[in-house]
């Protein structure tokens, strides 16, 4: 059985003097990401992604100074530290939005989105959605629009590095958990959507056909 381990926490709970500390505790490349970031709030996002999934790998058993984080492509992937042009037999993927941050680690595949509730006007692009979701989507029903975005979200980041845009694929949930209805392979993406707390949501996708088990740290 595969494993999936979903790790969050709220960045408000943290100050300055944390961040300082923090800082000095996360990947030389993270903390080049880190300097870049001009505003505070972005700053301490950015250095608690990777804090969680430290203290995520910590949690599942990984021996420190086992993996490397590489920050060489658009998805953060983890390497063998004896090794470092072999990739880690662990998957991880971050997200951010109002007062969450969001790790996840899984032994597949994994894409993780969390979202604000109150971001309804931004879902109903055309440039989110296909034809098909538009049709089956109620405009006033933001709990539904939140849970397809961050779904379509999390595969976006899961299927990394297939091309896909938001658009592309389309998703329809009377067919959950695998609810991709225009791909070959939509039986192997696992997606599912709970609240964090009562302003926002939280989607995961996992690429794998095999049960796993899921454990949530908030």
């Given at each position: ?34 300097a870049r970031r ?58 951010h939005s109002g ?120």
């Amino acid at each position: 059985m595969g494993m999936v381990s979903v790790y969050g926490c709220k960045s408000s709970i943290y100050n300055e003097e944390d961040l300082s500390w923090i800082e000095k505790r996360i990947s030389p490349q993270r903390r080049e990401i880190f300097a870049r970031r001009k505003n505070p709030t972005d700053k301490l996002r950015c250095a608690l992604a990777e804090m969680l999934l430290w203290h995520g790998l910590s949690d599942i058993g990984v021996a420190p100074g086992e993996f490397l984080v590489s920050y060489e492509t658009e998805k953060p992937h983890l390497l063998c530290a004896d090794d470092p042009q072999t990739e880690a037999p662990l998957s991880f993927s971050y997200s951010h939005s109002g007062d969450w941050v969001i790790c996840g680690i899984a032994d597949a595949p994994i894409g993780v989105d969390v979202q604000q509730k109150n971001r309804r006007g931004v879902l109903i692009s055309s440039h989110v959605f296909s034809e098909g979701e538009l049709m089956r989507l109620d405009p006033e029903d933001e709990e539904t629009f939140l849970r397809y975005w961050t779904c379509k979200e999390s595969f976006i980041k899961c299927a990394y590095p297939a091309q896909e845009n938001l658009r592309s694929v389309e998703l329809d949930f009377s067919q959950s958990p695998y609810p991709i209805t225009n791909r070959a392979d939509a039986d192997a993406f696992y997606f599912e959507t709970f609240g964090v707390d009562e302003t926002h949501a939280l989607s995961y996708c996992v690429h794998t056909p095999e049960p796993f088990a899921l454990r949530v740290v908030l």
